[in-house]
């Protein structure tokens, strides 16, 4: 096994890979690097094609050592502007598969897991000047409110976005520790821990933006793509699966039709997987961080499709 695996097991990896490579002589872009599991699996199929792999934390970079791929150290929000500096303006496929490695999710010191005394911090890319320590106690109640409803889907958003607010009067929450004595007095009884993981990835997706990151990559993908060129997405929760599904089968990110002077239904993509592809049981009896993944794969038209 190649270190690179214990840093994150690939998650839909054939399935995934299958759908991107269809032309083994073209450009595919891997946008989550991670432990370069699909980015090798991709490698392997290529016959003199090209990969281009981003990940924004500086930690991923050390497993493309080696590989026939250039890796940019930057945020796929960037995608556009990084190929163009390497003059490429097309592409044959773009893959991404979203969220934390388990490598930062593993590292006590990253500050993403509920499991580890840590300082919140939960940046992906370790430069970026926002960590989770500031938002805990510098966001206004109502930011606070919004966050955690909006990205974690908590139920009593209001009442703990004004517990915080409280609690950091007294003292500063500076630690994982500091933020789940918090949590503890509102989560429901015998749920904690699903509490506080709501919690923790409403903290997560506000620290590293990241469901405007993923909007401007979609449409910077779908400009990018080749006509017969794929791009395949894997999310691992609704927000995301969201933005993906509406970019796949309506060709923008609101989801609302579009029609042309005459009433015809426009895409410019065609989904593949008219359902999302879920991991089969002996990937996810191998490896639970698969459990929600969801796999959708769509393929670039010549002309907007007429419906
Ligand atoms: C689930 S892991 C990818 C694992 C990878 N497919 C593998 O086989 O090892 C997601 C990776 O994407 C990176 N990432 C997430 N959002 C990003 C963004 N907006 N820009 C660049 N990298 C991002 C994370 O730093 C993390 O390393």
Avoid: C
């Avoid at 580890?116 to 926002?130: T, V």
């Avoid at 989770?132 to 889907?153: F, P």
Wanted: a positive charge; hydrophobic letters at 40%; charged letters at 25%.
């Amino acid at each position: 096994m190649y270190m690179a695996a214990l840093y994150h097991k690939p998650v839909l990896l054939t399935e995934s890979v299958n759908g991107l490579v269809w032309n083994p002589q073209g450009v595919y872009v891997d946008m989550t690097f991670g432990g370069g599991g699909h980015a090798r699996a991709i490698l392997d199929k290529l016959q003199g094609g090209r990969l281009f792999a981003f990940d924004q934390d500086e930690a991923a970079a050390a497993n493309a050592e080696g590989l026939e791929l250039t890796f940019i150290q930057a945020n796929f929000r960037y995608l556009k502007k990084y190929l163009k500096l390497y003059k490429v303006t097309q592409v044959d496929g773009i893959l991404a598969d979203l969220g934390v490695s388990s490598h930062q999710f593993d590292m006590p010191d990253r500050g993403f897991s509920t499991r580890f005394q840590a300082d919140l911090d939960m940046r992906m890319d370790q430069s970026a000047k926002q960590t989770a320590q500031q938002i805990v106690n510098e966001y206004h109640e109502e930011q606070l409110q919004r966050m955690l409803s909006r990205y974690g889907e908590v139920k009593n958003a209001r009442t703990l976005a004004r517990a915080i607010v409280s609690s950091r009067i007294n003292q500063p929450i500076r630690t994982v520790e500091d933020l789940k004595k918090v949590l503890a007095k509102f989560a429901p009884k015998g749920r904690e821990a699903k509490y506080y993981a709501q919690v923790f990835q409403a903290l997560r997706i506000e620290v590293n933006d990241e469901m405007e990151a993923l909007a401007e990559m979609l449409e910077q993908a779908v400009d990018l793509l080749v006509p017969g060129g794929r791009l395949v997405v894997i999310s691992y929760h609704s927000l995301e699966d969201r933005l993906v599904k509406n970019m796949m089968t309506k060709g923008n990110l609101a989801g609302e039709i579009q029609q042309d002077f005459f009433g015809n239904k426009l895409n410019v993509l065609k989904m593949i997987t008219r359902k999302p592809v879920v991991p089969e049981a002996e990937e996810l009896a191998e490896n639970n961080r698969a459990r929600s993944a969801k796999l959708r794969i769509a393929e670039k038209l010549n002309v907007p499709v007429r419906r």
